[in-house]
């Protein structure tokens, strides 16, 4: 497991980021997210080694972290940093093998990753003649091309149309192990939903929101959307009101009792044809969390 225990960084007179605290557990993806400068790129450099913590410290697996256990992670960082020169197969396999991997082996794994992404006809052209869009593609091949113990991805979505966003996530679960933790900033709160097991928010530098993504979305109000035949009888509901409407369907927040309840006093006075949980989305949660 990675950890981070009151991390803190001060430039000058100001405090970036405040003890800022929290795991990425293996096996799974777990979202870093804020506004533009809550911290979140400078929190990621100092969890890599690339920035000195003004206080606090980074542990791996229970100890605190070695530079050579750092250079098992795969890193993406913010402000891209592949060869514009250099063919997309030779500098995956030069990066391969600084981590170790003999020539052949390497060679494998680049070809592997640049087939993934669609990219292995274009194998032998520089990384300046593609896109935006595949430059992204092979920095990400470049953070996977040796197996990484952990995964810390700062923005890897930024650049990429919805099927190469969809070839990326395919890849991450194909990729990822049971025993790697993978920690990606994002400020597209709908595929961090989508993606992540764990979430956590930055507001000023703090971590406001440290939990799994399914105990965020329980952690609001009791509420149902329902749709009846008869409005009227949405009037005057024992332990609950109804909070807003939306067309035919009325979302109503329980204050007291229990939702079978609320079922039954309703069906008494109407017909019910739609009545179930609803759970905000994390965007929601971050609004809420960051205001």
Same mark, same amino acid.
């Given at each position: ?19 800022? !605290? ?8 777990? =979202? ?11 929190? *990621? ?13 980074? %542990? %791996? ?78 920095? *990400? ?17 930024? =650049? ?6 969809? !070839?990326? *996530? ?29 979430? *956590? ?12 993504t399914d105990e965020l979305r329980e952690r609001g109000p009791l509420r149902y959307r329902v749709v009846v035949s008869d409005p009227s009888a949405l009037d005057d509901l024992p332990g609950a009101a109804v909070d807003r409407r939306d067309g035919d369907a009325a979302f109503i927040t329980i ?37």
């Amino acid at each position: 497991m990675l950890t981070v225990r009151g991390l803190s960084r001060v430039y000058g007179d100001v405090l970036v980021v405040d003890e800022v !605290s929290f795991d990425v557990r293996p096996g799974r993806l777990t =979202g870093f997210v804020g506004a533009n400068g809550a911290g979140k790129t400078t929190t *990621i450099r100092m969890l890599m080694g690339v920035l000195a913590p003004t206080a606090g410290e980074v %542990w %791996w697996d229970g100890s605190p972290i070695s530079t050579e256990q750092r250079r098992s992670f795969g890193y993406m960082p913010e402000e891209r940093g592949l060869y514009p020169r250099m063919s997309l197969v030779d500098q995956l396999v030069f990066l391969a093998r600084l981590h170790g991997l003999d020539k052949a082996a390497a060679a494998e794994r680049a070809r592997h990753l640049l087939a993934h992404f669609g990219l292995d006809d274009r194998r032998d052209d520089l990384l300046d003649e593609l896109s935006l869009g595949n430059q992204q593609r092979v920095q *990400i091949a470049a953070a996977l091309i040796h197996r990484p113990t952990a995964l810390i991805l700062d923005e890897p979505f930024n =650049g990429l149309d919805p099927l190469a966003v969809d !070839s990326m *996530i395919d890849l991450l679960h194909d990729e990822v192990g049971p025993d790697v933790p993978v920690l990606f900033s994002s400020h597209q709160l709908e595929l961090v939903e989508r993606l992540c097991d764990d979430l *956590i928010i930055l507001s000023k530098g703090k971590v406001v929101v440290a939990a799994a993504t399914d105990e965020l979305r329980e952690r609001g109000p009791l509420r149902y959307r329902v749709v009846v035949s008869d409005p009227s009888a949405l009037d005057d509901l024992p332990g609950a009101a109804v909070d807003r409407r939306d067309g035919d369907a009325a979302f109503i927040t329980i204050a007291s009792g229990e939702p079978a309840d609320l079922l039954a006093h309703l069906t008494g006075r109407t017909r019910v044809s739609e009545f179930h949980r609803h759970v905000e989305p994390l965007a929601h949660v971050f609004r809420e969390a960051t205001r």
